[in-house]
């Protein structure tokens, strides 16, 4: 499907409410399905990636049903069942990451399989560590499908080279059924909605710095209201910033502060937003966020403790560097490289066919701007919904229309999208 984009004449204005956050909605069905007891989960995400997550346990033994559009309920005894088939993960990461970690410690064995973009994905990162806590997992040379042999597991203390919050989850996730405790270090504090969302189901888990152990738990189901996904937010906040006359309103937005980074890098560079309301909800920040149009951007360094807190973020920044003076430069970056694309290569690649100033490096990019983006082309997502969704906010702003290949991909995580748009138009 191509997917046809013109610029932006009147400016974005009115309010939207974001949609459910990913993350959040992948952990909300796995850690009820472990839990004891009945909950409902509201506002849970329609992105196909979920879905995967919430067919998954239905596999496991879990008994879950939607009550309405976005509301599940779900009812666990504490334990999964042996699936009967192939327990398939699709397109999404967080899944086969995560549940993983859940299946290592079970007293059955299992496969978990995903399409033809995940099982390129890296698993060896969350291999290595099941491997030291006793599991016992064939891959295809690190990468899906894996097969899974349920196994008695010991806590560890893991060392973690990468901050991932997958890698993280998983390793913790494992914690839950091991003897002892288990521990996970890693150099710059990932996103930590596990730790969050265990600690508000009653696991036996302490977080520190860099560090958070778990000692074996047993879940108690509680009702889980899910906030709005940040990283959906990000195109729009990138779009309001940099397309004249906007002014809008995004309500109810997950700022949970190891996901915040765009919000710090957008004030670091000058933009317009104004976060308003926050509050808690089932144990996750939330506020509501006015974008307005700004016309002096400045650019910026994005590195170091920066990157965990935006990794899926860094296509659509690309986006907004292009209209900022002087250079962006993006550093440790390295493992978008290991997203659903090589996403370094492939956002360099077709940005400068719009007219974007961008040298790939061996780990980010650098941006040069304030550059006039013509368009008039046709670009490749590379079955990568963030690049798509990137590449549209692009689109708002060039001279002449431009066509994105692919871009049904965006149903992967937020098929919610272009509707939005249209609402703000």
């Known amino acids: 499907m191509i997917k046809k984009v013109c610029k932006s004449e009147k400016g974005l204005c009115g309010?939207?409410?974001?949609?459910?956050?990913?993350?959040?909605?992948?952990r909300s069905v796995m850690f009820s399905s472990i839990a004891k007891g009945k909950c409902n989960i509201t506002n849970f995400s329609s992105g196909a990636d979920c879905r995967?997550?919430?067919?998954?346990?239905?596999?496991?033994?879990?008994?879950?049903?939607?009550?309405?559009?976005?509301?599940?309920?779900?009812?666990?005894?504490g334990n999964l069942e042996k699936p009967n088939t192939e327990l398939d993960a699709g397109n999404s990461g967080t899944t086969m990451r995560l549940v993983s970690g859940i299946l290592a410690g079970q007293n059955f064995d299992s496969t978990i399989v995903?399409?033809?973009?995940?099982?390129?994905?890296?698993?060896?990162?969350?291999?290595?560590?099941?491997?030291?806590m006793g599991a016992e997992i064939d891959s295809a040379e690190g990468h899906a499908p894996l097969k899974i042999y349920g196994r008695h597991l010991k806590g560890i203390i893991y060392p973690s080279e990468l901050a991932s919050a997958q890698v993280k989850?998983?390793?913790?996730?494992?914690?839950?059924?091991?003897?002892?405790?288990?521990?996970?270090?890693?150099?710059?504090?990932?996103?930590?909605?596990t730790e969050l969302m265990l600690d508000y189901l009653g696991a036996d888990i302490v977080a520190e710095g860099n560090s958070v152990s778990i000692w074996r738990s047993e879940l108690e189901a509680k009702d889980i209201e899910i906030v709005g996904d940040i990283s959906?937010?990000?195109?729009?906040?990138?779009?309001?910033?940099?397309?004249?006359?906007?002014?809008?309103?995004?309500?109810?937005?997950?700022?949970?502060?190891?996901?915040?980074?765009?919000?710090?890098?957008?004030?670091?560079?000058?933009?317009?937003?104004d976060v308003q309301n926050e509050r808690i909800v089932s144990g996750e920040l939330c506020a509501d966020i006015n974008v307005k149009y700004n016309d002096s951007l400045k650019g910026c360094i994005i590195e170091g403790d920066d990157i965990p807190r935006l990794i899926d973020e860094l296509p659509v920044i690309a986006v907004l560097a292009s209209q900022a003076e002087g250079q962006t430069i993006v550093k440790n970056a390295e493992d978008l490289?290991?997203?659903?694309?090589?996403?370094?290569?492939?956002?360099?690649?077709?940005?400068i066919k719009v007219g974007v100033n961008i040298k790939e490096t061996d780990d980010g990019f650098v941006v040069h701007g304030k550059n006039i983006l013509i368009g008039d082309s046709e670009l490749e997502c590379y079955h990568d919904h963030r690049l798509a969704m990137s590449y549209y906010v692009a689109?708002?702003?060039?001279?002449k229309e431009i066509g994105i290949n692919g871009f049904e991909w965006t149903n992967i995580s937020f098929p919610e999208f272009e509707s939005l748009v249209s609402k703000l138009s």
């Open 15 to 26: 309010e939207i409410t974001i949609p459910a956050d990913k993350s959040i909605s992948h």
């Open 337 to 351: 490289r290991n997203k659903e694309s090589d996403r370094i290569k492939c956002l360099v690649s077709e940005l």
């Open 114 to 132: 995903g399409d033809e973009s995940l099982s390129k994905r890296p698993m060896k990162r969350i291999i290595e560590p099941l491997t030291l």
């Open 169 to 193: 989850s998983c390793v913790l996730l494992a914690g839950l059924f091991a003897d002892g405790e288990t521990t996970f270090v890693e150099p710059h504090p990932s996103r930590n909605h």
């Open 395 to 399: 689109g708002l702003i060039c001279e």
């Open 232 to 273: 959906s937010a990000a195109f729009f906040i990138t779009a309001g910033l940099i397309i004249p006359n906007s002014d809008f309103v995004i309500r109810n937005v997950g700022i949970n502060p190891t996901r915040s980074g765009i919000i710090d890098v957008v004030k670091r560079m000058g933009g317009g937003i």
């Open 52 to 77: 995967s997550t919430l067919k998954l346990f239905q596999a496991l033994g879990a008994d879950i049903e939607y009550i309405d559009e976005k509301t599940l309920s779900v009812l666990s005894f």
